[in-house]
Nanobody, 124 residues
């Protein structure tokens, strides 16, 4: 079965950078997209960034545009999220997701597979 495994979370200080990775396995994907969502305590899960398999379609939430960079390695079915100039407001559990049509949606219900999440904590 398809599995997504995230890595790279941790505790950092405001202004620091962090790089998250997510590897998909257990399937063969043609046209697809991979994205990142996050959920802070007591809040709903929200879209962060996503890219289709070729990198032609890339989307960012307004809150992270200019600070975060998402990229997909199609040869390895991996997606990374480079997060720069982190703030305490970026503290959340980050989830990666995969969608099997390359539509690169921003709605979580449109994604087919999910990772377990990795915690990012930014101290002030």
């Amino acid at each position: 079965q398809v599995q997504l495994v995230e890595s790279g979370g941790g505790l950092v200080q405001a202004g620091d950078s962090l790089r998250l990775s997510c590897a998909a396995s257990g399937g063969t994907f043609g046209n697809y997209a991979m994205g990142w969502f996050r959920q802070a305590p007591g809040k709903e899960r929200v879209f962060v960034a996503a890219s289709n398999w070729s990198g032609v379609k890339v989307l960012y939430a307004d809150s992270v545009r200019g600070r975060f960079t998402v990229s997909v390695d199609n040869a390895k079915y991996t997606v990374t999220l480079q997060m720069n100039r982190l703030t305490p407001e970026d503290t959340a559990t980050y989830y990666c997701a995969l969608e099997e049509s390359s539509r690169t949606p921003i709605n979580d219900w449109e994604y087919d597979y999910w990772g377990q999440g990795t915690q990012v904590t930014v101290s002030s």
